[in-house]
């Protein structure tokens, strides 16, 4: 393992780009994550019923309906087909991260997001093994399990158990039940599952991950020649499996993250000290060289200095 593998995740980005520089994405999410929350949560609390309902459902300023997609699809299985203001607001929502990118509602909007991170970042200071990880497809049987469920129950099967709806139940109500779910998330991912719920099972993520598999918006890995293999990149993503194809691709390789499991967080962006990634679109065809050799620039570096 070389020295730039040992150093902390990130401090070469900071050093280079400063602080802020290499928290930009990161700051962006959290801002956006708590500003919805904040949103849903201004009504009850205080009053001010600019947005009325939650992530399920909403209206905002009594003129824009949204609506989850899946929430719909499962009333429509259960039997009870939604009203019009409802199915407007689905077809808002769903072509909107149809082209940003399913997963952004993860990364950007879904406040468990916070609940898994926080997970992480205490999974990893604890230096515990990954533990359990389910096969990455588990996520597509929950979503049909739910689905199925939700068909033969006549009832929304997910709704009951959702941590996204409990979360935001147990912030309005207080103390109760609902918050039972969310700590069984985060004790979940800490103890026994690293990234298990929303890299693995979560049946939402897949559903937005299968909305957003076209997405015009795409992190690429644009100046891969100048990788260093520091892994930083790797140590950040809450789906590293989707890195690799773009970044250690020959040059005739497009460099565009394709994987619907990209949540479009941003971090590889952050963390890499050598700007490879950035925000870009699935129809980017800057030319975008790969490795010139099967050395990194590191080993090169590393035998030069022998
Ligand atoms: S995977 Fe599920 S819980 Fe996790 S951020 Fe996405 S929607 Fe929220
Ligand atoms: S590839 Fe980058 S943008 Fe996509 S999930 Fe991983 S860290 Fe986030």
Aim: glycine share 8%; charged share 15%; aromatic share 10%.
């Amino acid at each position: 393992m070389s020295a730039k593998t040992q150093s902390p995740v990130g401090s070469e980005a900071i050093e280079l780009k400063g602080w802020l520089a290499a928290h930009k994405y990161l700051l962006l999410r959290r801002t956006t994550q708590l500003l919805f929350l904040a949103l849903f949560l201004i009504g009850p609390w205080f009053g001010i019923w600019w947005v009325k309902g939650n992530l399920a459902a909403s209206m905002t300023l009594d003129i824009l309906p949204l609506a989850d997609p899946l929430m719909l699809l499962q009333s429509a299985l259960a039997g009870h087909w939604p009203e019009q203001t409802a199915l407007v607001g689905a077809l808002i929502v769903a072509v909107t991260y149809a082209l940003i990118g399913g997963r952004v509602y993860c990364s950007w909007v879904c406040p468990i997001n916070i609940v898994t991170d926080a997970s992480h970042w205490l999974h990893d200071r604890l230096g515990l093994p990954k533990g359990w990880q389910p096969k990455a497809n588990t996520r597509y049987f929950m979503l049909t399990a739910i689905l199925i469920a939700s068909a033969m129950t006549g009832t929304l099967a997910f709704e009951l158990v959702n941590p996204i709806t409990m979360l935001h139940r147990g912030l309005v109500f207080g103390l109760g039940f609902a918050w039972t779910f969310v700590i069984g998330i985060f004790l979940f991912d800490v103890l026994l599952a690293r990234r298990g719920w929303c890299s693995h099972l979560c049946p939402v993520g897949a559903f937005y991950g299968l909305l957003g598999s076209k997405a015009l918006l795409r992190v690429s890995a644009t100046d891969r020649a100048a990788c260093d293999d520091c892994m930083d990149c790797f140590a950040v993503c809450p789906e590293m499996h989707v890195i690799t194809p773009a970044l250690r691709g020959r040059s005739e390789d497009t460099p565009i993250i394709l994987s619907r499991d990209c949540t479009n967080c941003g971090r590889c962006i952050d963390v890499c000290s050598v700007s490879v990634f950035q925000f870009t679109h699935r129809f980017d065809q800057r030319p975008s060289p790969g490795r010139t050799s099967g050395k990194s620039k590191l080993a090169h570096k590393a035998t030069e200095a022998a």
